[in-house]
Nanobody, 115 residues
Framework: VQLVESGGGLVQAGGSLRLSCAAS????????MGWHRQASGKQRELVAT????????FYADSVKGRFTISRDNYKNTMYLQMNSLKPEDTAVYYC?????????WGQGTQVTVSS
């Protein structure tokens, strides 16, 4: 499985961005996908996850009500709609796929929110 993120950029506080994560390869082996982020000088943290079967979602408290994770199984693409962005959302956002064996990570996409 290979993952490629896109959609990051610079946005003002209160604005919106949509991140995409396109999966290729043995996508049938993916059981869940998620977004994580890592701000400069901080540890990587979980943002949101979605299961491939039931579509059950989970959100970190810091993004609940502002971010929405979704997955298009036909396109093998996962999305993160980010609204009401705050400067503290600034980070590199990474896509992750849960498969048998080690998790698969994308290369990351930078999101910068200016105040």
């Amino acid at each position: 499985v290979q993952l490629v993120e896109s959609g990051g950029g610079l946005v003002q506080a209160g604005g919106s961005l949509r991140l995409s994560c396109a999966a290729s390869g043995s996508t049938f082996s993916i059981t869940a996908m998620g977004w994580h982020r890592q701000a400069s000088g901080k540890q990587r943290e979980l943002v949101a996850t979605v299961t491939t079967g039931s579509g059950r979602t989970f959100y970190a408290d810091s993004v609940k009500g502002r971010f929405t994770i979704s997955r298009d199984n036909y396109k093998n693409t996962m999305y993160l709609q980010m609204n009401s962005l705050k400067p503290e959302d600034t980070a590199v956002y990474y896509c992750k796929a849960v498969v048998p064996g080690p998790d698969i990570w994308g290369q990351g996409t930078q999101v910068t929110v200016s105040s």
